[in-house]
């Protein structure tokens, strides 16, 4: 069975920063893209970041320029480099990331249950 442990929320001041993880462990062959989102009560859960087996990224325009997502693959780690946050970033972080358990299996997509961050003025 595979599972996605997300790490490193806590309260922070705005204006500060937070790094936050995610490892995969479990029966792995592979992980193809992975990403972060994020939700708030009462609203959706919205997409953060990705980034793609190879190591291109996106983001969404709120956090261009302050986050960086990055992955060590040996690690099977996903990491979200937070920096300049601001209250609105306040969310419970989840991680997604795209796995296949055998070579002859396709790829699936798992996720965490969540950190939260809050981001206090």
């Known amino acids: 069975q595979v599972q996605l442990v997300e790490s490193g929320g806590g309260l922070v001041q705005a204006g500060g920063s937070l790094r936050l993880s995610c490892v995969a462990s479990?029966?792995?062959?592979?992980?193809?893209?992975a990403g972060w989102y994020r939700q708030a009560p009462g609203k959706q859960r919205d997409l953060v970041a990705t980034?793609?087996?190879?190591?291109?990224?996106n983001y969404t325009d709120s956090v261009k320029g302050r986050f960086t997502i990055s992955r060590d693959n040996a690690k099977k780690t996903v990491y979200l480099q937070m920096n300049s946050l601001k209250p609105e970033d306040t969310a419970v972080y989840y991680c997604n990331a795209g796995i296949r358990v055998s070579w002859y299996r396709s790829f699936e997509d798992y996720w965490g249950k969540g950190t939260l961050v809050t981001v206090s003025s």
């Open positions: 479990g029966s792995i062959n592979g992980i193809n893209g």
């Open positions: 980034i793609t087996s190879a190591g291109s990224t």
